[in-house]
């Protein structure tokens, strides 16, 4: 059974920084596609990040471009993303997603994606 657990979410003011983690079990980060996703109140859910694990070929979302960045940790099977320069818009929740096989341009579709964790939640103040 495959079980992503999110954390590292938090309230900072805008500018701050946080690192939000993914620990899998069940499923290998090694071999397939994972992302982050987020999604704000009234708003639909949107890709921020995905890597393809098995090359690290990182893809990211216009708006965070140069602020966040996707990696992984292969020995503790858990993925990562460093959230910089937060902005009061980046106000959401932060959801790790992974499927098998290699990310493509389908990546900030939620459903190309098999398995969900259960969220942690960022919240910026201006």
């Known amino acids: 059974q495959v079980q992503l657990v999110e954390s590292g979410g938090g309230s900072v003011q805008a500018g701050g920084s946080l690192r939000l983690s993914c620990a899998a079990s069940g499923y290998s980060v090694s071999n397939g596609c994972m992302a982050w996703f987020r999604q704000a109140p009234g708003k639909e859910r949107e890709g921020v990040a995905a890597?393809?694990?098995?090359?690290?070929?990182?893809y990211y979302a216009g708006s965070v471009k140069g602020r966040f960045t996707i990696s992984q940790d292969k020995a503790k099977n858990t993925l990562y993303l460093q959230v910089n320069s937060l902005k009061p818009e980046d106000t959401a929740m932060y959801y790790c997603?992974?499927?098998?096989?290699?990310?493509?341009?389908?990546?900030?579709?939620?459903?190309?994606?098999?398995?969900w964790g259960q969220g942690t939640q960022v919240t910026v103040s201006s």
């Open positions: 997603a992974a499927r098998a096989g290699w990310c493509g341009i389908n990546w900030v579709r939620p459903d190309e994606f098999n398995y």
């Open positions: 890597i393809f694990t098995t090359s690290g070929s990182a």
